[in-house]
């Protein structure tokens, strides 16, 4: 197994400038999330899925999109980049349970940079 | 509201020495916590999880924590640390119900002098 991957690993971009950060999971996990990480602010959740076509908001959803047509891709969407978007972003999986007593998996994370 | 508090942002510990980092959490029901662990420049790694039973939970790479739900915390221990061990640690709170997430607490950095 690959666990979650994401790519690109590093990015820089120009203010305005879309793109979209890929996400993807081989565990069949039904549950995806994407987490920004900026210094003094721990992980922010922005995005969150609990199975394939479904997706909702999480603390800090402004500015980006997801949507989830399969089980194994999340990806996360940058509308019209922004210098505040410059962070680390994560994404996440595990199976999903209602309880959460399940482990969440990472990915090894995407360094953004908006100018 | 819920919430994780880790009150110490960063603990230097020399190398041997014994470690507790704090977590404390507020929530209405019971609580599923987690600590995860970030070594710099990667993502994050699952330590040790509660969800019930024994209130002492071992984990990996010697960590144990301890579940108090009087105090509403779950403190991180390692009786002795090692070098490797300098990392950011993140304790985490499971949100059950339909919008179900994990809520973070923002991190202790661990720093380990020879």
Known sequence: ?115 | AQSVTQPDIHITVSEGASLELRCNYSYGATPYLFWYVQSPGQGLQLLLKYFSGDTLVQGIKGFEAEFKRSQSSFNLRKPSVHWSDAAEYFCALWVTGNNRKLIWGLGTSLAVNP
């Open chain 1, 1 to 115: 197994n690959a666990g979650v991957t994401q790519t690109p690993k590093f990015q820089v971009l120009k203010t305005g400038q879309s793109m979209t950060l890929q996400c993807a999971q081989d565990m069949n996990h039904e549950y995806m999330s994407w987490y920004r990480q900026d210094p003094g602010m721990g992980l922010r959740l922005i995005h969150y899925s609990v199975g394939a076509g479904i997706t909702d908001q999480g603390e800090v959803p402004n500015g980006y999109n997801v949507s989830r047509s399969t089980t194994e891709d999340f990806p996360l969407r940058l509308l019209s980049a922004a210098p505040s978007q410059t962070s680390v972003y994560f994404c996440a999986s595990s199976s999903g349970s209602l309880l959460g007593t399940d482990t969440q998996y990472f990915g090894p994370g995407t360094r953004l940079t908006v100018l």
